[in-house]
């Protein structure tokens, strides 16, 4: 009988080890694939190769092999023996490898998947385990699809929503600048309702239910500057008579975050693309629309390194992690200012499709801004 362990001593006991392993690995890893759908037990893929398995390893119990090879040292319980043993490693080798893989295949489909991934109740090692490969996966993409029409839909909803409120707020703004054109209202109070209108509309594009503000600058020609308006400039360096305009912070809609500075704007060039400085002053020299994500700011090789620090510094006292600086429109391509969307969500802006939208959501806004904003300036 066989029974404490030995190294082989004969062929056959080789074969029977080499047999094991690959008809183990086979097991493992061909019928834990599975079926995409329910089967009888009978008809399981894992179990057939079972009973393969099993079939061989009676052979290996059963077999003549002393008469058949013609030595009296072939024992049946030792190939046998030999076969079961190197059978089960091969098959929990060949399980725990396709479980590590599942594991690795799980996160990386997280990562991709983070909104729609499966939150409770489910677990893919234990699907794996349970029903195989195939039904692991096809039970993951059903859920992941379940997840994705649930969201849609709400998305559907919501955007509805926001198209309904935008749709009467900017019903709203224009009546109240077409009162403050008739000197009945203040431009202040017909701005901040245009800021109010732009965050609420914000809230869907940015996923964000609470946090979010907005502020607006004014350009402002370098001729145009006051002493008061030179001690207000932060982040200027080097030769100053290069810029082009400077960027007046006015209105905040959260009067607790109003802040009170000027932000230089290189000239568009090759000079101005290796000086400018991130989000508003960018989007102003380039004459469009910039995302800007707080932890990620990306600056051109000649903007110094203490004013990297500075900025960077300013950052981290501010409550939000990412913006977007949108122009307002003026004459002959030349922007009259713009408006920034702050966030407390440092991935919002990551999503280029969907920040593109919010853009072009909000530019009827922009435009009436403008027209109140010129109107103001022309008196």
Known sequence: MFYSFRWPTNLMECVAIVIGVLLGFIFSTSGWQGSKKPVELKNDPRVISLKWAIGIGMIGFLGSWKELMDDEQISRSAVGGYYAISFVTASLAGLILMTIIVMFGAKAAQKREPIFWPQRGFSPVLEFWIFGYQRYQYNLNELIEKNRRENDDQELVELKNIISESTFGLAACILASDRCLAGKFKLEYVVEQIL??????SKYYLKNKSHVNANWMLAIHPHELTNSHRNRILWSFG???????YLEIKDHMNRNQSQDFLLPVEKIGSEGLRKYLPGAPEAFMRR?????SVNALKYPKDVPKNIK?????????????????LII???KNTPIGIVNIETDNQDAV????????????????LALLSLMIRYERSK
């Open 329 to 331: 429109p003026g004459d």
């Open 239 to 245: 030769d100053e008579s290069r810029y082009e305009f």
């Open 309 to 325: 620090l500075e900025i960077a510094e300013y950052f981290s006292t501010q409550p939000f992690k990412s913006f977007v600086s």
């Open 196 to 201: 109010i209108q732009i965050t609420t509309t």
């Open 288 to 292: 469009k629309e910039v995302f800007v």
């Open 350 to 365: 990551k999503d280029n499709d969907r920040m593109q939208q919010l853009s072009d959501s909000l530019q009827p806004f």
